[in-house]
């Protein structure tokens, strides 16, 4: 079945510093998701990518989709305290939605 | 409000006590779907339905079950729990489209002795 692979599992970054965590699928994609779990709490939708090689940003926050549709990348500039949380993707394959182990961000301030 | 809403939050119960954890959403959404969560495992699908009466497996779905009799409710049934279903679930929905989007409950963190 379809994997979704997540790397680091951990990025401590200082304030103001930039950091990118990466996703990778056993499987061709459909479209690749991002969300936010604070610390506590629930996981929240950030985006959707679609299309090969697809770019989208939102604010500090750069999201690419590979143009394989493989893999997927989320890119931070000047990390800010709010930034303090768990990153996952998901895959999508027709209904099923695959996680990631996701990425959990701490911020030295 | 439009939410998701899960009952109870926290449950302790021991092992072989059948339990139901209660999902409802009131975005009128035709998809939900339930998901476990464990440290260094992310979130594993453990059963999701399209619509009413229409539900499938997810990743993990042993020891558990679910029914789809109303499009707002989903909920996730233990017949006999074990001590490797404690963990963090969490219900979500969407709606039918392009983004399926999902919108998640606030969490039911169970711990099975």
């Known amino acids: 079945g379809q994997q979704v692979m997540q790397i680091p599992q951990y990025q401590h970054v200082q304030e103001g510093e930039d950091f990118t965590t990466y996703c990778n699928s056993s499987t061709t994609l459909s479209n690749i998701q991002w969300y936010k779990q604070r610390p506590g709490g629930h996981p929240v939708f950030l985006i959707q990518l679609v299309k090969s090689g697809e770019v989208k940003k939102q604010k500090r926050l750069t999201f690419q989709f590979g143009e394989a549709k493989k893999n997927s990348s989320l890119h931070i500039t000047a990390t800010q305290t709010t930034d303090v949380g768990t990153y996952f993707c998901a895959g999508r394959d027709d209904y099923k939605l695959s996680f990631g182990a996701g990425t959990t961000v701490t911020v030295r301030a | 409000e439009a939410q998701v809403t899960q009952n109870p939050r926290y449950l302790i119960t021991v092992t072989g006590k059948k339990l139901t954890v209660t999902c409802s959403q009131n975005?009128?959404?035709?998809?939900m779907s339930w998901y476990r969560q464990d440290p260094g495992l992310g979130l594993r699908q453990i059963y999701y339905s399209m619509n009413v009466e229409v539900t499938d497996k997810g990743d993990v779905p042993e020891g558990y079950k679910v029914s789809r009799k109303e499009k707002r409710n989903f909920p996730l049934i233990l017949e006999s729990p074990s001590p490797n279903q404690t963990s963090l679930y969490f219900c979500?929905?969407?709606?039918?489209?392009?983004?399926?989007?999902?919108?998640f409950g606030p969490g039911t963190r169970l711990t099975v002795t």
């Open positions: 975005m009128n959404h035709e998809y």
């Open positions: 979500a929905s969407s709606a039918r489209g392009r983004t399926y989007e999902q919108y």
